[in-house]
Protein backbone atom coordinates (compact mmCIF):
# COMPACT_ATOMS: atom_id res chain seq x y z
CA UNK A 1 0.00 0.00 0.00
CA UNK A 2 1.24 3.80 -1.34
CA UNK A 3 2.04 5.45 1.94
CA UNK A 4 0.47 8.68 -0.20
CA UNK A 5 -2.71 6.80 -0.10
CA UNK A 6 -5.75 8.51 2.38
CA UNK A 7 -5.89 6.96 5.33
CA UNK A 8 -9.86 6.69 4.90
CA UNK A 9 -9.56 5.52 1.93
CA UNK A 10 -7.34 2.45 3.39
CA UNK A 11 -10.00 1.79 6.48
CA UNK A 12 -13.00 1.96 3.67
CA UNK A 13 -10.95 -0.82 1.95
CA UNK A 14 -10.29 -2.96 5.19
CA UNK A 15 -14.16 -2.45 6.47
CA UNK A 16 -15.65 -2.85 3.02
CA UNK A 17 -18.32 -5.96 2.52
CA UNK A 18 -18.37 -8.20 -0.27
CA UNK A 19 -21.96 -8.29 -1.85
CA UNK A 20 -22.83 -12.18 -2.39
CA UNK A 21 -23.85 -13.49 -5.72
CA UNK A 22 -27.17 -14.09 -6.41
CA UNK A 23 -27.27 -17.26 -7.59
CA UNK A 24 -29.43 -17.91 -10.97
CA UNK A 25 -32.55 -20.39 -10.35
CA UNK A 26 -34.86 -21.24 -13.29
CA UNK A 27 -37.87 -22.18 -11.19
CA UNK A 28 -40.88 -20.34 -11.43
CA UNK A 29 -41.40 -19.68 -7.34
CA UNK A 30 -39.14 -17.23 -5.33
CA UNK A 31 -35.89 -19.28 -4.14
CA UNK A 32 -36.60 -19.72 -0.36
CA UNK A 33 -33.35 -18.47 1.79
CA UNK A 34 -31.78 -21.28 3.65
CA UNK A 35 -33.58 -21.31 7.52
CA UNK A 36 -36.60 -19.71 6.24
CA UNK A 37 -39.83 -20.65 8.46
CA UNK A 38 -43.17 -20.63 7.24
CA UNK A 39 -45.46 -17.53 8.81
CA UNK A 40 -48.24 -20.14 10.18
CA UNK A 41 -47.87 -23.24 11.69
CA UNK A 42 -48.41 -26.57 9.90
CA UNK A 43 -52.13 -27.75 10.41
CA UNK A 44 -52.77 -31.20 10.80
CA UNK A 45 -55.57 -33.33 9.42
CA UNK A 46 -56.21 -34.62 12.84
CA UNK A 47 -56.62 -31.58 14.60
CA UNK A 48 -59.30 -30.09 12.25
CA UNK A 49 -61.15 -33.81 12.50
CA UNK A 50 -60.87 -34.99 9.36
CA UNK A 51 -59.70 -38.18 9.67
CA UNK A 52 -62.44 -40.54 11.28
CA UNK A 53 -61.80 -43.60 13.16
CA UNK A 54 -64.87 -45.65 11.76
CA UNK A 55 -61.85 -47.87 10.24
CA UNK A 56 -59.94 -48.36 13.04
CA UNK A 57 -62.88 -48.88 15.38
CA UNK A 58 -64.19 -51.63 12.71
CA UNK A 59 -60.80 -53.45 12.99
CA UNK A 60 -61.33 -55.18 16.61
CA UNK A 61 -59.68 -58.18 17.71
CA UNK A 62 -61.42 -61.51 16.99
CA UNK A 63 -64.04 -62.47 19.33
CA UNK A 64 -64.45 -66.07 21.18
CA UNK A 65 -67.05 -66.78 18.77
CA UNK A 66 -65.24 -65.82 15.67
CA UNK A 67 -62.55 -68.09 16.83
CA UNK A 68 -64.80 -70.80 17.16
CA UNK A 69 -65.77 -70.40 13.70
CA UNK A 70 -62.31 -69.82 12.34
CA UNK A 71 -61.06 -72.97 14.09
CA UNK A 72 -63.56 -75.35 11.85
CA UNK A 73 -61.48 -74.68 8.91
CA UNK A 74 -58.34 -73.69 9.69
CA UNK A 75 -55.45 -75.40 11.83
CA UNK A 76 -54.12 -73.92 15.41
CA UNK A 77 -50.95 -73.13 13.11
CA UNK A 78 -52.85 -71.22 10.25
CA UNK A 79 -55.08 -69.16 13.00
CA UNK A 80 -51.81 -68.73 14.49
CA UNK A 81 -50.48 -66.97 11.55
CA UNK A 82 -53.31 -64.93 10.65
CA UNK A 83 -53.27 -63.18 13.99
CA UNK A 84 -49.65 -62.79 13.52
CA UNK A 85 -50.40 -61.07 10.16
CA UNK A 86 -53.13 -59.24 11.97
CA UNK A 87 -51.29 -57.89 14.54
CA UNK A 88 -48.00 -56.82 12.61
CA UNK A 89 -50.55 -54.62 10.16
CA UNK A 90 -51.60 -51.19 11.88
CA UNK A 91 -55.34 -50.08 11.65
CA UNK A 92 -53.98 -46.48 11.88
CA UNK A 93 -51.75 -47.38 8.31
CA UNK A 94 -54.39 -49.32 7.12
CA UNK A 95 -57.05 -46.48 6.88
CA UNK A 96 -54.73 -43.88 6.54
CA UNK A 97 -52.39 -45.35 3.96
CA UNK A 98 -54.75 -48.33 2.00
CA UNK A 99 -55.92 -47.95 -1.19
CA UNK A 100 -58.28 -49.79 -2.71
CA UNK A 101 -57.84 -50.22 -6.57
CA UNK A 102 -60.36 -48.87 -9.32
CA UNK A 103 -59.60 -50.62 -12.54
CA UNK A 104 -61.69 -52.92 -14.38
CA UNK A 105 -59.31 -56.12 -12.96
CA UNK A 106 -59.51 -55.51 -9.37
CA UNK A 107 -61.03 -57.27 -6.90
CA UNK A 108 -64.82 -57.22 -6.46
CA UNK A 109 -64.32 -57.69 -2.88
CA UNK A 110 -62.00 -56.53 -0.22
CA UNK A 111 -62.22 -59.41 2.85
CA UNK A 112 -64.60 -61.50 2.28
CA UNK A 113 -63.27 -63.95 0.98
CA UNK A 114 -66.41 -66.45 0.69
CA UNK A 115 -67.35 -64.89 -2.32
CA UNK A 116 -66.15 -66.80 -5.34
CA UNK A 117 -64.79 -64.21 -7.56
CA UNK A 118 -64.63 -66.00 -11.82
CA UNK A 119 -61.21 -64.14 -12.81
CA UNK A 120 -59.13 -65.21 -10.06
CA UNK A 121 -61.00 -68.19 -7.81
CA UNK A 122 -61.06 -71.60 -8.87
CA UNK A 123 -63.97 -72.34 -9.64
CA UNK A 124 -66.04 -74.82 -7.44
CA UNK A 125 -67.30 -77.56 -9.75
CA UNK A 126 -70.84 -78.59 -9.70
CA UNK A 127 -71.71 -82.34 -8.62
CA UNK A 128 -72.04 -84.68 -11.62
CA UNK A 129 -76.01 -85.45 -10.75
CA UNK A 130 -76.45 -82.12 -12.88
CA UNK A 131 -75.26 -83.69 -15.57
CA UNK A 132 -78.03 -84.67 -18.65
CA UNK A 133 -77.18 -86.91 -21.68
CA UNK A 134 -80.31 -85.78 -23.06
CA UNK A 135 -80.00 -82.23 -22.80
CA UNK A 136 -80.87 -80.21 -26.00
CA UNK A 137 -81.52 -76.52 -27.24
CA UNK A 138 -85.04 -75.72 -27.88
CA UNK A 139 -86.03 -75.12 -31.08
CA UNK A 140 -87.83 -71.22 -32.72
CA UNK A 141 -91.28 -73.04 -31.80
CA UNK A 142 -90.70 -74.05 -28.72
CA UNK A 143 -88.91 -70.72 -27.70
CA UNK A 144 -92.04 -68.82 -29.51
CA UNK A 145 -94.57 -70.71 -26.81
CA UNK A 146 -92.83 -69.87 -24.06
CA UNK A 147 -92.87 -65.99 -24.86
CA UNK A 148 -97.07 -66.55 -25.71
CA UNK A 149 -97.02 -68.21 -22.05
CA UNK A 150 -95.18 -64.99 -20.94
CA UNK A 151 -97.94 -62.61 -22.39
CA UNK A 152 -100.88 -64.62 -21.30
CA UNK A 153 -99.54 -64.20 -18.05
CA UNK A 154 -98.02 -60.80 -17.70
CA UNK A 155 -100.19 -58.06 -16.39
CA UNK A 156 -101.77 -55.28 -18.80
CA UNK A 157 -99.17 -52.98 -18.24
CA UNK A 158 -95.74 -54.87 -18.17
CA UNK A 159 -92.70 -52.61 -16.79
CA UNK A 160 -89.24 -53.25 -18.04
CA UNK A 161 -88.76 -55.22 -15.15
CA UNK A 162 -90.85 -58.07 -15.64
CA UNK A 163 -89.36 -57.85 -18.92
CA UNK A 164 -85.71 -58.00 -17.28
CA UNK A 165 -87.21 -60.84 -15.08
CA UNK A 166 -88.64 -62.89 -17.83
CA UNK A 167 -85.24 -63.07 -20.13
CA UNK A 168 -83.26 -63.96 -17.01
CA UNK A 169 -85.25 -67.30 -15.98
CA UNK A 170 -85.96 -68.10 -19.75
CA UNK A 171 -84.68 -71.15 -20.41
CA UNK A 172 -82.83 -71.92 -23.87
CA UNK A 173 -82.75 -76.33 -23.27
CA UNK A 174 -84.75 -78.83 -22.64
CA UNK A 175 -83.98 -81.35 -19.62
CA UNK A 176 -82.59 -81.29 -16.15
CA UNK A 177 -82.94 -77.65 -15.33
CA UNK A 178 -79.52 -77.86 -13.31
CA UNK A 179 -77.68 -78.97 -15.90
CA UNK A 180 -78.32 -75.56 -17.70
CA UNK A 181 -78.23 -73.38 -14.57
CA UNK A 182 -75.28 -74.94 -13.47
CA UNK A 183 -73.34 -76.87 -15.13
CA UNK A 184 -70.95 -80.06 -14.32
CA UNK A 185 -68.02 -78.49 -16.51
CA UNK A 186 -64.46 -78.61 -16.22
CA UNK A 187 -63.69 -75.55 -18.59
CA UNK A 188 -62.84 -72.18 -16.94
CA UNK A 189 -65.49 -69.60 -17.01
CA UNK A 190 -65.70 -66.64 -19.58
CA UNK A 191 -63.97 -63.62 -19.01
CA UNK A 192 -66.61 -60.76 -19.02
CA UNK A 193 -66.11 -57.94 -21.65
CA UNK A 194 -65.53 -54.52 -20.44
CA UNK A 195 -66.60 -51.87 -21.87
CA UNK A 196 -63.54 -49.89 -22.79
CA UNK A 197 -63.17 -46.63 -24.58
CA UNK A 198 -60.60 -47.77 -26.27
CA UNK A 199 -61.70 -51.38 -27.38
CA UNK A 200 -64.71 -52.52 -29.71
CA UNK A 201 -66.36 -55.99 -29.94
CA UNK A 202 -67.86 -56.52 -33.23
CA UNK A 203 -70.13 -59.30 -34.60
CA UNK A 204 -68.41 -61.23 -37.61
CA UNK A 205 -64.97 -61.91 -38.26
CA UNK A 206 -62.02 -60.19 -39.58
CA UNK A 207 -62.61 -60.68 -43.11
CA UNK A 208 -65.45 -58.37 -43.74
CA UNK A 209 -63.82 -55.46 -43.81
CA UNK A 210 -61.67 -56.51 -47.09
CA UNK A 211 -57.93 -55.81 -46.23
CA UNK A 212 -57.58 -59.49 -46.40
CA UNK A 213 -54.13 -59.57 -49.06
CA UNK A 214 -51.12 -61.08 -49.06
CA UNK A 215 -49.80 -58.50 -47.50
CA UNK A 216 -51.26 -58.31 -44.51
CA UNK A 217 -51.47 -61.98 -43.93
CA UNK A 218 -47.83 -61.89 -44.14
CA UNK A 219 -47.69 -59.01 -41.31
CA UNK A 220 -49.98 -61.17 -39.39
CA UNK A 221 -47.97 -64.15 -39.36
CA UNK A 222 -44.41 -62.47 -38.69
CA UNK A 223 -45.54 -60.52 -35.78
CA UNK A 224 -48.62 -62.55 -34.07
CA UNK A 225 -50.89 -59.58 -34.55
CA UNK A 226 -54.72 -59.89 -35.49
CA UNK A 227 -55.68 -57.26 -38.26
CA UNK A 228 -57.46 -54.75 -35.25
CA UNK A 229 -54.31 -54.88 -33.47
CA UNK A 230 -52.35 -53.70 -36.77
CA UNK A 231 -55.25 -51.75 -37.34
CA UNK A 232 -55.03 -49.67 -33.83
CA UNK A 233 -50.81 -48.81 -34.48
CA UNK A 234 -50.10 -45.51 -34.98
CA UNK A 235 -48.18 -45.33 -37.97
CA UNK A 236 -46.20 -42.08 -39.51
CA UNK A 237 -44.13 -41.17 -42.16
CA UNK A 238 -41.21 -38.93 -41.55
CA UNK A 239 -38.53 -39.14 -44.38
CA UNK A 240 -39.57 -39.20 -47.99
CA UNK A 241 -37.36 -38.22 -50.42
CA UNK A 242 -36.63 -39.23 -54.83
CA UNK A 243 -33.58 -41.34 -55.18
CA UNK A 244 -32.15 -41.76 -58.46
CA UNK A 245 -29.78 -45.12 -59.21
CA UNK A 246 -27.71 -44.85 -62.56
CA UNK A 247 -27.35 -47.46 -64.13
CA UNK A 248 -26.01 -48.51 -68.02
CA UNK A 249 -29.49 -48.24 -69.08
CA UNK A 250 -30.41 -44.44 -67.60
CA UNK A 251 -31.22 -43.27 -64.74
CA UNK A 252 -33.76 -45.34 -62.37
CA UNK A 253 -35.52 -42.84 -59.68
CA UNK A 254 -37.22 -43.91 -56.94
CA UNK A 255 -38.68 -43.18 -53.66
CA UNK A 256 -37.50 -43.40 -50.25
CA UNK A 257 -39.52 -43.62 -47.25
CA UNK A 258 -38.34 -43.57 -43.29
CA UNK A 259 -41.58 -44.53 -41.29
CA UNK A 260 -42.22 -44.88 -37.44
CA UNK A 261 -44.71 -46.80 -35.93
CA UNK A 262 -45.96 -47.54 -32.40
CA UNK A 263 -48.15 -48.76 -30.35
CA UNK A 264 -48.43 -45.83 -27.62
CA UNK A 265 -48.07 -48.35 -25.06
CA UNK A 266 -44.37 -49.01 -24.77
CA UNK A 267 -43.66 -50.53 -28.39
CA UNK A 268 -41.93 -48.10 -31.13
CA UNK A 269 -40.03 -49.12 -34.30
CA UNK A 270 -38.85 -47.76 -37.30
CA UNK A 271 -38.62 -49.01 -41.16
CA UNK A 272 -37.06 -47.79 -44.22
CA UNK A 273 -38.79 -48.57 -47.50
CA UNK A 274 -37.60 -47.55 -51.61
CA UNK A 275 -39.86 -48.32 -54.71
CA UNK A 276 -40.30 -47.04 -57.97
CA UNK A 277 -44.16 -47.06 -57.22
CA UNK A 278 -45.38 -44.63 -53.97
CA UNK A 279 -47.96 -46.91 -52.57
CA UNK A 280 -45.37 -49.91 -52.33
CA UNK A 281 -42.54 -48.23 -50.89
CA UNK A 282 -44.53 -46.52 -48.45
CA UNK A 283 -46.20 -50.23 -47.20
CA UNK A 284 -42.80 -51.04 -47.34
CA UNK A 285 -41.74 -49.04 -44.85
CA UNK A 286 -44.66 -48.78 -42.46
CA UNK A 287 -45.03 -53.05 -42.59
CA UNK A 288 -40.93 -52.54 -41.61
CA UNK A 289 -41.69 -50.30 -38.96
CA UNK A 290 -44.49 -52.71 -37.60
CA UNK A 291 -42.02 -55.75 -38.00
CA UNK A 292 -38.96 -54.09 -36.01
CA UNK A 293 -41.17 -52.95 -33.08
CA UNK A 294 -39.76 -53.42 -29.74
CA UNK A 295 -39.97 -52.69 -25.81
CA UNK A 296 -38.62 -49.49 -24.43
CA UNK A 297 -38.32 -49.03 -20.48
CA UNK A 298 -40.83 -46.25 -19.08
CA UNK A 299 -40.72 -44.16 -15.72
CA UNK A 300 -43.56 -44.11 -14.77
CA UNK A 301 -45.62 -44.52 -18.16
CA UNK A 302 -44.66 -40.91 -19.01
CA UNK A 303 -41.03 -40.19 -19.21
CA UNK A 304 -37.67 -42.24 -19.76
CA UNK A 305 -35.37 -43.20 -16.62
CA UNK A 306 -32.46 -40.56 -16.49
CA UNK A 307 -30.63 -39.03 -19.65
CA UNK A 308 -29.74 -41.03 -22.11
CA UNK A 309 -27.25 -40.69 -25.58
CA UNK A 310 -27.35 -41.46 -28.80
CA UNK A 311 -25.14 -41.02 -31.88
CA UNK A 312 -25.46 -42.23 -35.69
CA UNK A 313 -22.96 -40.68 -37.84
CA UNK A 314 -22.28 -36.74 -36.98
CA UNK A 315 -25.63 -36.55 -35.14
CA UNK A 316 -24.78 -36.72 -31.37
CA UNK A 317 -28.26 -35.90 -29.27
CA UNK A 318 -29.21 -36.41 -25.33
CA UNK A 319 -32.79 -37.40 -24.19
CA UNK A 320 -33.57 -35.79 -20.87
CA UNK A 321 -36.12 -36.96 -18.20
CA UNK A 322 -38.50 -34.44 -17.60
CA UNK A 323 -41.37 -33.86 -14.50
CA UNK A 324 -45.13 -34.44 -15.08
CA UNK A 325 -47.15 -32.17 -16.97
CA UNK A 326 -43.84 -30.88 -18.74
CA UNK A 327 -44.87 -32.05 -22.00
CA UNK A 328 -42.56 -33.17 -25.15
CA UNK A 329 -40.49 -30.38 -26.00
CA UNK A 330 -37.86 -31.42 -28.90
CA UNK A 331 -37.64 -31.22 -32.66
CA UNK A 332 -40.53 -32.52 -35.11
CA UNK A 333 -39.39 -36.00 -35.82
CA UNK A 334 -38.44 -36.89 -31.84
CA UNK A 335 -41.86 -35.89 -31.55
CA UNK A 336 -43.55 -37.99 -33.32
CA UNK A 337 -41.35 -40.98 -32.04
CA UNK A 338 -42.46 -39.95 -28.58
CA UNK A 339 -45.97 -39.66 -29.37
CA UNK A 340 -45.63 -43.63 -31.17
CA UNK A 341 -44.03 -45.35 -27.88
CA UNK A 342 -46.51 -43.12 -25.62
CA UNK A 343 -43.95 -40.51 -23.50
CA UNK A 344 -45.33 -37.70 -22.73
CA UNK A 345 -42.74 -35.52 -21.00
CA UNK A 346 -39.36 -35.56 -22.42
CA UNK A 347 -36.89 -32.87 -23.35
CA UNK A 348 -33.65 -33.15 -26.67
CA UNK A 349 -30.76 -31.54 -27.64
CA UNK A 350 -29.32 -32.44 -30.95
CA UNK A 351 -25.80 -30.98 -31.28
CA UNK A 352 -23.59 -31.37 -34.58
CA UNK A 353 -25.47 -32.64 -37.68
CA UNK A 354 -29.61 -32.79 -37.97
CA UNK A 355 -30.00 -34.60 -40.76
CA UNK A 356 -33.44 -36.15 -40.00
CA UNK A 357 -32.32 -39.63 -41.42
CA UNK A 358 -29.97 -39.78 -39.00
CA UNK A 359 -31.86 -38.09 -36.14
CA UNK A 360 -34.49 -40.73 -35.76
CA UNK A 361 -32.36 -43.41 -35.48
CA UNK A 362 -30.06 -41.81 -32.81
CA UNK A 363 -33.55 -41.67 -31.41
CA UNK A 364 -34.50 -44.87 -31.33
CA UNK A 365 -30.97 -45.78 -30.62
CA UNK A 366 -31.00 -43.82 -27.09
CA UNK A 367 -34.66 -45.12 -26.11
CA UNK A 368 -32.94 -48.42 -25.98
CA UNK A 369 -30.02 -47.92 -24.34
CA UNK A 370 -31.45 -46.42 -21.27
CA UNK A 371 -30.68 -48.50 -18.29
CA UNK A 372 -33.39 -48.94 -15.61
CA UNK A 373 -32.50 -49.20 -12.18
CA UNK A 374 -33.52 -52.96 -11.39
CA UNK A 375 -30.48 -53.78 -13.57
CA UNK A 376 -28.45 -51.35 -12.10
CA UNK A 377 -29.28 -52.40 -8.21
CA UNK A 378 -29.07 -56.47 -9.75
CA UNK A 379 -25.55 -55.91 -11.00
CA UNK A 380 -24.30 -54.16 -7.74
CA UNK A 381 -25.75 -56.66 -5.88
CA UNK A 382 -28.64 -54.53 -3.90
CA UNK A 383 -31.86 -54.87 -3.68
CA UNK A 384 -34.32 -51.94 -4.87
CA UNK A 385 -37.73 -51.02 -2.52
CA UNK A 386 -39.74 -48.44 -3.67
CA UNK A 387 -40.46 -46.32 -0.86
CA UNK A 388 -43.23 -44.10 -2.72
CA UNK A 389 -45.98 -46.51 -1.72
CA UNK A 390 -44.88 -46.00 1.72
CA UNK A 391 -44.77 -42.37 1.85
CA UNK A 392 -47.75 -41.10 -0.37
CA UNK A 393 -49.59 -44.42 0.55
CA UNK A 394 -49.45 -45.75 -3.20
CA UNK A 395 -51.03 -42.57 -4.40
CA UNK A 396 -48.54 -42.63 -7.28
Not at 148 to 162: H, R
Not at 373 to 386: H, N, S, T
Amino acid sequence: MSLSRPAHRAWATITRHKRPHANRHFHCLHQLQAGHKPKHPSIKASDLGLIKNEAIQKLQPYSAEQKKQLAAKYTPEQIAAIEAGESAISPEDLYEQGTARTDTMALQYLDDFATVHPLVDKQIKAPESNYDPNLRFKEDDEIAEDLGKFIENAPEEATELDWTKFDEEQRLTVGLEAAERDDPSSLAPTIPKFMHAGIHYQAGGDDDDGDNNEHTQRLMRQTGLDKRAIRRIRVKNLVTHRVVNQTRLGKVSSIYYLTVAGNGNGLVGIGEGKAIEFEDGRRQASNGAIRNMRPIPRYEERTIFGDVHGKVGATELVLMTRPPGFGIRCQQYIQEICRCAGISDLAARVTRSRNPMNTIKATIQALHSQRIPEDIARARGKKLVDVRKVYYGGNV
